[in-house]
């Protein structure tokens, strides 16, 4: 996966508020607020700044076919889920939660691979926020519809993925893989990975690496279960045999330990199901109806997700 960090600027739409992005070989167009996506990360301020004032800017067609910023690596559908978190970060947990409840299950297959794209997406743009999102997600998908980790998504981390982006996937997923081959039917899953670990010494150490932390820690790797997450705050201490703890398979600089998630807020740690809130002065999106116009973020539902699986 590699980046074109080539060209950037302005919308030919709207003026100097607007960015416009387009991402896939496809070039699905997004037109995002400036300030918003400048604000997200030092990956997007960099380009952004790098945008002539349209005042300053004598526009003609050559010169907004230099001027726009394409990521032609992308996947479109994964990119609407990042602009979906970067409008409604606060209530992105609800939204997906509630499109899972009413997916049919391609579709919560091809949403779980957006998601697995977007955590790698967030680790090529260091923006860990998004990769902790992501990753929850990821979990309550897992636990509301008891998915095991599939030698697919194994072969694909530790195959086709760069090793530090896929570090915290890779965590999660090996902790899953023991959670599976510990548990009741776990013939056939020792016999794919086995296969596995031939082809990819690098999960086998780390799976070596992650039981030996289950030892040292007097886990019992058949009962803790990785599609768990267990807010670090008010952690009754039998919880823990069962669970992991959710910062666990965070990326965030901060100390994982008893602490308080620095994401907590913006992952929305509230019992689901939420009820949809009106527009909130105190969050970093844009009033819902600059969403309404400007967002390229459709429901869920309609989404037609590319297929990784
Ligand atoms: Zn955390």
New binding site residues.
Partial sequence: MRWSTSKTVVGSLEGADIVTVLVGEEQREFTIHRNLLSDSCAFFRGHIEAIPSPSHHQQNDDEDEDSILWLPNEAPDMFEIFVLWLYQRRRFPAFIESATQAMCPDKLRTLRTNLVRLHLFAAMIELPAVQ?AAMDALQDMYLRFDWDMSPHFLAFLYGECDAQHAVRLRKWAVAMLAWSLHGVDKAAARHDADKLFVAYPDLKADYHMHLQKMVQSRADVRIKNPQLRLPANGLRSGERLFGFR??TF?S?RAAVGEGT???ALALGQTPFPLPVPGPDKEEVESDKEETDIISPVRDLNEVSYLDLS
């Fill in positions: 902790d959710q910062c965070h965030h998630c620095p994401h």
